[in-house]
C-alpha cells in the first residue's frame, strides 16, 4: 500500500517507487514478485479499476478520494478481478485492516461497503 500511496501522491516512475521499497525492506521476508504486479497492474489499470468502482462510492469520484482509499481500493479491486485465486473475504478483510492502520476515522466502513458492493456477482 505504501508503494501505491507514493505513487499516487508523486507520480514518480514506479522503477523507482519499486527499487525504493525494495531497499527499505530488504531484510524482510515477502512476495516481491506480488508487489511488482501490484504496483505495475495498478498503475496500468488504474483507469479501468477507477470505472469499476465508480458505481460503488456512494456520491464520490475516484478523483475525490483520500490518497489512503483511493490505494486501498485500487489494490483490491485489483486483486478481485485478476486474483481469483485470493478469495474475495480475504481481500476485503486485508483492505479494511489497511484502512483501519492507516486511514481516516471510520474510513474501513467506506472501504468494506465499497468492497462488498464491488465482490458481488453481478
Known amino acids: 500500500m505504501q508503494a501505491i500511496y507514493g ?3 508523486t507520480d514518480n ?14 531484510e524482510e ?10 504496483l505495475f497492474g495498478i498503475a496500468e489499470q488504474q483507469e479501468t479499476l477507477g470505472q469499476q468502482l465508480t458505481p460503488h462510492l456512494v456520491e464520490r469520484s475516484v478523483t475525490e ?7 486501498i481500493l485500487h489494490i483490491a479491486a485489483y486483486e478481485l ?14 483492505a479494511v485492516e ?7 476515522t471510520d474510513g474501513h466502513k467506506f472501504v468494506n461497503g465499497v468492497l462488498d458492493k464491488l465482490a458481488k456477482p453481478k
Do not use: C
Not at 521476508?29 to 501490484?38: G, Q
Not at 489497511?98 to 481516516?104: H, I, M, R, T, V
Open 81 to 94: 478481478a485478476h486474483r481469483p485465486d485470493i478469495p474475495y473475504k480475504v481481500v476485503i478483510n486485508e
Open 98 to 104: 489497511l484502512a483501519k492502520q492507516f486511514g481516516a
Open 13 to 26: 516512475p514506479l522503477t523507482v517507487i519499486e527499487a525504493d521499497m525494495l531497499s527499505m525492506h530488504e
Open 7 to 9: 505513487w499516487r501522491l
Open 65 to 71: 478520494l483520500d490518497p489512503i482509499e483511493w490505494s
Open 29 to 38: 521476508t515477502w512476495d516481491r514478485e506480488y508487489f511488482h504486479e501490484l
